[in-house]
């Protein structure tokens, strides 16, 4: 039974790590869209596009609006260069499409994550495994592992972003369509690399300092707990 308790503990933490970062991502795309504006600044999105800051937010709001599946059509008519027309191509509206199949992809594995958690609770507690010890012990391990993991990720990004920005549209698409033309396609514009890096780097550190603060109450409760343990032996 001892095995079964870690072991759910460890997949209780690795479940809790996954729903966190997703949480994380959730939360720099959606929760705060001044980001979006301080970006097309930095990038000068707008004279790229001879749009106007509102012209542009519009566009990236229906563009956000449909990867989060509350529409099903992408369209935008704008001012665009100094004339009205249609903001997407058909090879925007293509690729979109298949990264609105990622982010419902992560929206399932973030509920996943927590009908796991839930599970791993249940049986720990009907078992009457020691939660908190197990817990975290637990998550200290997954943790370093995933420390470990990002750190080489994050130490292969800064040498070259550009090639691991390769290799996740490699991983994730089957074709060629997520190379743009800046010539023909306003989507490159609007979403330069270096935009996609800041956000990175947005989320990375959002998802740290979550990682963090279950860290310390981890940390906290397992002290608390022998703490306890040791008044509860002096009592006795």
């Known amino acids: 039974m001892r ?10 933490a690795f479940s809790l790590i996954v729903m966190l970062l997703f949480i994380s991502i959730d939360i720099v795309l959606y929760s705060d869209f001044s980001v979006y504006e301080e970006g097309y600044r930095k990038y ?3 004279s790229e596009l001879d749009m106007t800051m509102d ?5 990236t709001e229906e563009v956000m609006t449909y990867l989060r599946g509350d529409t099903d059509v992408l369209s935008v008519v704008t001012d665009i260069e100094g004339k009205e027309q249609e903001f997407f191509n058909q090879q925007d509206r293509f690729h979109m499409e298949e990264v609105r199949v990622l982010f ?27 939660i908190i010890r ?3 012990r637990s998550y200290q391990a997954v943790l370093s592992v995933t420390v470990l ?6 130490v292969v990004s800064f040498i070259d972003f550009n090639k691991v920005f390769e290799i996740f549209h490699r991983i ?20 330069p690399e270096g935009f996609f890096a800041d956000m990175a780097v947005r989320i990375v550190f959002v998802f740290a300092v979550s990682l963090a603060v279950i860290f310390i109450l ?15 032996i002096r009592k006795f």
């Open 44 to 46: 000068d999105v707008l």
């Open 172 to 191: 994730f698409f089957n074709n060629d369509l997520w190379l743009f033309d800046p010539a023909e396609d306003y989507m490159i514009r609007l979403f």
């Open 218 to 232: 981890s940390m906290f409760l397992f002290k608390y707990k022998k703490k306890h343990n040791k008044e509860e």
């Open 55 to 59: 012209d542009v937010m519009y566009v």
């Open 149 to 154: 993991f990002s750190a080489v990720i994050a």
């Open 134 to 136: 197990i817990f975290a």
């Open 104 to 130: 419902a992809a992560g929206i399932r594995i973030r509920m996943g994550s927590c009908i796991v958690m839930a599970v791993c609770l249940i049986f720990l507690f009907i078992t009457k495994a020691n």
């Open 3 to 12: 095995f079964a308790h870690w072991t759910a503990g460890v997949i209780f």
